[in-house]
Structure formats: C-alpha cells, structure tokens
C-alpha cells in the first residue's frame, strides 16, 4: 500500500518533472519501449522512482545535479530497492537529453526487449 506522504510526492514530482524525464517519458509511455508499461514517479515503500516498469521489475532513474551531493542517501535507497529485487538504471540528465537513443536502448537491453520492438496495443 502507498503511504499518504509517498502519494503526494510522486502525485506533486510527476507535475514538475525535469527536462530530461519529460523527455524520456515521451517514449516510455503508452508502452512506447518494447510494448512495456511503465509509471513515471512511482512509490517503492519510502521512495519515489523515476520510472517503473513492474513486468520486469526495472526502474530507470534520471539523475541531476542535486544527486551528486547526496551519495549517502543514493546508496540507501538502491540497497532498500536491490534487496527487494528491484534492478536499477541509472542514467545522468546530460546522457538523457544529449544521447537519447542510448539511453533507449540501455533500458531495453536491461528490460531484456527489442528496443524497436513496436508497442503492444
């Protein structure tokens, strides 16, 4: 169940999301990559995901500048994730915005899909 707290976050970052998630997003929605389905700014127990994909338990984190300075609280969050199963991507807003198709295919390739594939509708 999501907590109240983690609702309100996810519900407030999927109206202000970064250039880079905006963009992304574009592709990933609407099973745009490999007919999966992915939620943008989903809750994880105490944390919020960039991107979930729940058929194959991968979430694709866009990280900007603000993640630099808090490696302590990165590290937390991925073992709390990994040592639940989840796998993680990780990728910066500069390779999101400059290197998009990369990008695309990382993800596919972790999701173990034809980045090409065309979506299931």
């Known amino acids: 169940m999501i907590r109240r707290q983690e609702g309100r976050l996810a519900a407030r970052l999927r ?24 939620r943008r700014q989903h809750p994880i127990g ?14 694709v984190e866009v990280d900007g500048d603000s993640h630099s300075w808090n490696l302590g609280y990165e590290k937390v969050r991925d073992g ?12 910066a807003n500069s390779e999101v ?3 998009e198709e990369a990008v695309l295919e990382t993800s596919a390739k972790a999701c173990g899909v034809d980045p090409d594939a065309e979506p299931n509708l």
């Open 46 to 59: 105490p944390y919020v995901v960039d991107f979930y994909c729940a058929e194959v338990r991968l979430i």
């Open 97 to 99: 915005l400059r290197e």
């Open 15 to 38: 109206k202000n999301p970064t250039p880079a998630e905006e963009q992304l997003w574009k592709t990933l929605r609407g099973r745009g990559l490999g007919g999966l389905k992915f």
């Open 80 to 91: 709390f994730l990994l040592d639940r199963g989840y796998r993680i991507v990780r990728f």
